[in-house]
Antibody
Framework: EVQLVESGGDLVQPGGSLRLSCAASGFTFRTYWMTWVRQAPGKGLEWVAS????????YYVGSVRGRFTISRDNAKNSVYLQMNSLRAEDTAVYYCARGGYGYSYWGQGTQVTVSS | DVVMTQSPLSLPVTLGQPASISCRSS???????????LSWFQQRPGQSPRRLINKVSNRDSGVPDRFSGSGSGSDFTLKISRVEAEDVGVYYCMQGTHWPRTFGQGTKVEIK
């Protein structure tokens, strides 16, 4: 059974940093692109970042480029999202999803709240 | 960026009746490999999104056959042949052809 379990969400002050983790199981992790998608309170889905199987390619939505970094550890079946210089508008549930062009499996999400 | 425009944004439906959601993209979603990377997702209240349809018309495993996807180029449709109570939620289209990936605004399906 495919499972994606996010962790690391928290309440953080503006300008602060946070690192999200997503632990994958039930599939051959190293053969899939991995993606982060977020959803602000009461809003729709927003794609955040994706990384290729071997880490050689990564893409970001413009609003986070230069502040967020996606990474992965294929030995640990995990993908990460390092978030720096956090802003109030980054407040959202962050989902980890499998795939690069269409997300067949999603985690349960982890809440990130940026507030003073 | 490719803009995905869904309509309607709210869709009240009678149980057992059909429903249809339109999704239009600001650019063609045909990729250089010939595939069209258009997906549909369902998000029930309080749940994570779930993919229903990938590459325009391919239903995911376990998705009831009352859901169908169609379209080409930049014009796509999700149809529910007979709406059931469990279909209540928000439906999103998403393009996976161009970077950055983009979602539609979402269509809220509710029972009349």
């Amino acid at each position: 059974e495919v499972q994606l379990v996010e962790s690391g969400g928290d309440l953080v002050q503006p300008g602060g940093s946070l690192r999200l983790s997503c632990a994958a199981s039930g599939f051959t992790f190293r053969t899939y692109w991995m993606t982060w998608v977020r959803q602000a309170p009461g809003k729709g889905l927003e794609w955040v970042a994706s990384m290729k199987q071997d880490g050689s390619e990564e893409y970001y939505v413009g609003s986070v480029r230069g502040r967020f970094t996606i990474s992965r550890d294929n030995a640990k079946n995990s993908v990460y999202l390092q978030m720096n210089s956090l802003r109030a508008e980054d407040t959202a549930v962050y989902y980890c999803a499998r795939g690069g062009y269409g997300y067949s499996y999603w985690g349960q999400g982890t809440q990130v709240t940026v507030s003073s | 960026d490719v803009v995905m425009t869904q309509s309607p944004l709210s869709l009240p439906v009678t149980l057992g009746q059909p429903a249809s959601i339109s999704c239009r993209s600001s650019q063609s979603l045909v990729y250089s490999d010939g595939n069209t990377y258009l997906s549909w997702f369902q998000q029930r209240p309080g749940q994570s999104p779930r993919r229903l349809i990938n590459k325009v018309s391919n239903r995911d495993s376990g998705v009831p056959d009352r859901f169908s996807g169609s379209g080409s180029g930049s014009d796509f449709t999700l149809k529910i042949s007979r709406v059931e109570a469990e279909d209540v939620g928000v439906y999103y289209c998403m393009q996976g052809t161009h970077w950055p990936r983009t979602f539609g605004q979402g269509t809220k399906v509710e029972i009349k």
